[in-house]
């Protein structure tokens, strides 16, 4: 990002307001300062040249003091503003790459989600010292420093020509050192995507590895994944601080070199006291802000990666959509004409071409990695096809608005979304249910059992992704849900996976009712069970892709999971030390 990236306006509009203030007060700054430097000077010039006393500088006095007083309240109206514009940009940007990450489908989740959920937890907070301590500082060199030169090259033609030929300096060893701190921020950025990342798989295997007693042997992945971050985090300091160094160097020499200068012109009269004393005044004044926006880039260096990354993200082509209204899926069959997906290597689905007749059980079945979610993913609309087409009524998929088709269908994931709440918010959601309705889907899926038997009833809390409950009776809960959602499709996937035989028979039945109800039920099936319930069973298979076809849809080509650039991969069920 550059130090002042026109995206950043466009994607946080909280960040216009803000830059316009701190040009007014920047401006109003760079008066004051001037203002300033005028005033002591006409309180110490008159008072050694003439003799006068303290009595007869009196006003300048008081105005110096004014003018101490209102640079003081500009400084903390400035800090308070930019932590509140901060606050808001982050926000806006957050929720930008949030719906635009959601927009670009599944697979680029599958692919970018762990880094992009870093970045937005961890990695946007970084831009808080970007608009608190920088961008101001930019927006004074942009005020200050020019009219402060300007001025003292109207007091001492010497003293400015020295200040011109010595400023270029400080911006000059800013970009030398500010490219290497960039790198090591934009590294330091991707070392924190990568860790949490890894801790991410980490955290969520744990109940697994608890299970099989090995709960203890990624500490010392643990521990390395830590001092990695911290290796890179110090390295991004010691520039910064080095850097630092270098442009309180050059900014102290360059004042020194007007001082001493002002100082033999003094004692040779060839300039007056009065202008003396703000030339003076103001030759620190010109480099401060130059040294301030050196010293400020570096704790904004990490913001600006992140800023960097949420763009690139923001920038990222979003799949087209269409604009035609859905046909009613209660009244057409949905048509699949040789769709293929590129995976890696392969199609997966492979060619497949099928129907999904209305009101009855399709059973989508298949070995693991054939495209059966992929299919599923197709019909939602939340994948274009490679290759081949999805009908409705004539009409392509590809040409249907999106919102029209989700409002037809009811989808139950393995992993239902289950929010923290009471069971009742959480079934119920934004539904106007009777209690009869609700009682009689309860009843049918089994899940009034489970609501008897909670301590509150269907007041009972849970916790995010349904703490407090059971996988089966998780799943129960979604199926209740879709019964209550009078949609004509339902789409399940593996409903039974995990679930007792008692619990899996109770499933089958809510399908047969939905079926019953005359809805189109749509099934990930593995287990036979849900099969031999099924009206219509597709076989998904995938399909080797041929050289031809490899060079002309890239993303077939075969890939490798990537290793770990870190640190080494932790064997996670060796035994723990």
Known sequence: ??????????????????????????????????????????????????????QDVLPWFFTFLAIILIRAGLTYLLKSRAHRAANDAIIELRERVLDHATKLGPR?????????????????????????????????????????????????????????????????????VGRLTQEYSDQKLK????????????????????????????????????????????????????????????????????????????????ISLYAGLIVIMLAPEVYLPLREVGKQFHNSADGVAAANAAFAILEEPIPPSGSKPAPNLSEHPVHIENLSVAARGAWAPGNLTATIPLRQITALTGP??????????????????????????????????????????????????????TVMENVVQDLQVSPQHLHEAAAATGFLEVVENLSDGWDTLIGQGGVGLSVGQRQ?????????????????????????????????????????????VIVIAHRKAVTDAADNVIEISTSPATPEEIEQFPQLAETTVEEFALTEQPKLLEEAQ
């Open 368 to 421: 693991s990695g054939a495209g059966k979610t992929t299919t599923v993913m197709v019909l939602l609309g939340l994948l274009s096809p490679t290759r081949g087409n999805v009908f409705v009524d004539g009409t392509d998929l590809s040409d249907i608005d999106s919102a029209s088709w989700w409002s037809q269908q009811t989808w139950v994931p393995q992993s239902p979304a289950i929010l923290p709440g």
């Open 476 to 520: 129960r809960l979604a199926l209740t849900r879709a019964l209550l959602r009078d949609t004509p499709w339902v789409i399940l996937d593996e409903p039974t996976a995990h679930l007792d035989a008692l619990t899996e028979a109770q499933v089958v039945e809510t399908m047969e009712r939905l079926r019953d109800m005359g809805r189109t």
């Open 191 to 270: 070392t924190m995507e990568k860790l949490g990342s890894q801790l991410l798989d980490l955290i969520a295997g744990l109940a697994t590895l608890k299970a099989l007693g090995r709960e203890s042997a990624p500490n010392k992945h643990v521990h390395d994944l830590g001092q990695t971050h911290a290796r890179t985090t110090m390295q991004t300091l010691r520039v910064a601080f080095l850097s630092g160094a270098i442009l309180e160097f050059i900014a102290t020499l360059s004042v020194a070199l007007v001082a001493v200068e002002v100082g033999m012109r003094l004692v040779y009269g060839n």
């Open 1 to 54: 990002m550059k130090p002042l990236d026109k995206r950043l306006l466009q994607y946080a509009s909280a960040a216009k307001k803000y830059i316009i203030f701190i040009a007014v007060v920047g401006s109003l700054s760079a008066v004051l300062v001037l203002a300033q430097a005028v005033s002591i000077s006409s309180v110490i010039s008159p008072v050694i040249t003439e003799g006068k006393t303290l």
């Open 108 to 176: 680029w989740l599958a692919q970018k989600g762990t880094d992009t959920i870093t970045l937005v937890t961890r990695g946007l907070d970084d831009l808080g010292p970007y608009f608190v301590s920088f961008l101001p500082q930019l927006l004074m060199v942009m005020t200050v420093t020019p009219i402060a030169l300007a001025v003292m090259l109207f007091y001492d033609f010497v003293s400015a020509l020295i200040a011109l030929f010595t400023i270029p300096l400080i911006p000059i060893f800013m970009i030398l």
